[in-house]
């Protein structure tokens, strides 16, 4: 690590051990109960000793998550290609994609519950409503956002319509689709741990919340939402890594 | 204008689809209850039309929906624990009072990090991050707690509300803060500013199509966190209240007619922010 990344990363890290420490003291002379609010080291206590439990909630929220963002984010990806030489389509199809982007669609969880039952299936379909309009909306707009001058320029090699798309259309809407698989890996997240306080089988890490919380062992439910923290950042560090990889060429990138 | 005829075809071509879609899911549920009854002698269009008119069907035909709409929002009066305006009320009310709290904190905390070097040097990378943390895995806890200290009522839904909203609107904030160029910043330097009027005259005008852009954002949040909100504590009624109990009961029409009220309500809070902000901007000569 070159000590430019380290002193851009020193003051949050410094931060959040303050914060940690306030909490930590604040907890143990304040004399808060643990019913409240748990001190920190309580809450590692906790993640420590629950391993098997964390981990099978994560395995089993993970599964919908992860089905639902392909699935979602693929047909959302293949629906905006498919309208691109429909402009009819267009005019229709994306003013809807943005106002259903703007909608409460969490609310679908307890139809999906009935549809497809309790398990991870259902989590999946809410997840692939969610993340679909999003990657519609964005790469409907990337695929339009090569120049006039670089079409002209294939129409000059006389590539045909497949070739200007995979060659031109597609890479120059990368940053698009990326933008959207980035808005994309927080909505999985939420829509599957919503979906899962509309029913579960006994594990996962919404119902581990929501029934933890009627048990009232707050310190579980904190561990469970750091575990929920931690696979949050990580998907989406992990989907910016590759695009960082994949659109290298981009001004956001090349400029450092 | 150009997108009307484009957009009631794409509508009417959903419609069609959905009654293709909730024929062929609810023929099987319809055939059992045929069967049930001891009938065999129902033709395919028997079927079909019963199956477009069951009380509980695994998805509901389009003019159920506006029924059961019509039903409980213009016939059932408002003040009944019925009617769906009811609900709405009540689900609007905590999103109201959560996002402008949540939009006050929002702001403030963006002039703060934009103002103090060292609060956007330590806390930003943590506003950042817990973007990518699914709060709203947060909202059955934050209602136990608030419980402990006996506050009940719309208060927890306000507060994971204001939660939810807070998020989004103080990064976009803080993003339409920094948009000014440092041209026009060293402008006001030359002109010996200080860092408040920057800010006033400035800063804060220049981040106006940021601010109503996260005011969208954060109104549809608002929403969602107090309809989850509901989820969790429901015995005080609004729409996630209605979506919990039409789910236990496998009210399918009642889930449908509650979604389209909540999607009304969300659509017509961003449109009004949308349009308060198309008004201003062209008043003030940004380019829209």
Known sequence: MNSRALSDLAPPLVFGVI???FWEAAVRLGGVPPIILPAPSAIGLRLFTSVPTLAADFLQTIRGVLAGYVIGCASGLLVAILIDRSPFLQRGLLPLGNLVSALP???????????????????????????????????????SSAGAMERDLMRTYAADYWQTLMKLRLPAALPFVFNALKINTTLAMIGAIVAEFFGTPTVGMGFRISTEVGHLSIDMVWATIVVAAITGSAFYAIVAMIERRATFWHASYRAR | MKSVLPLTTILLALVAFWYVAAAMMNASLQRDVFANAGRTDYSTLDLIGASLNMERPKLPAPHQIVAELDKLVFETPPTSKRSLVFHAGITLEETLIGFLFGAALGVGLAVAIVSVRVLERSAMPWIVASQTVPIIALAPMIVVILNQFDIGGMTPKAVIAAYLSFFPITV???????????????????????????LSKLRAPASLPFFFASMKIGAAAALVGAIVAEVTKSEDGGLGARLLAGSYYGQTVQIWATLFVAAALSGALVGIIGLAGRLTLRRMAFPT
Do not use: E, H
């Not at chain 1, 497809?116 to 809410?126: E, I, L, M, R, T």
């Open chain 1, 19 to 21: 914060l940690l420490a």
């Open chain 1, 105 to 143: 669609i969490v609310g679908v969880a307890p139809i999906m519950v009935m549809w497809f039952g309790f398990d991870w299936q259902s989590k999946a379909a809410v997840v692939v409503i969610m993340t679909f309009f999003p990657m519609l909306v964005n790469a409907a707009a990337g695929l």
């Open chain 2, 172 to 198: 976009g904030m803080v993003k339409g803060l920094r948009s000014p160029d440092p041209l026009q910043l060293d402008l006001m330097r030359t002109y010996s500013a200080t860092s408040g009027q920057t």
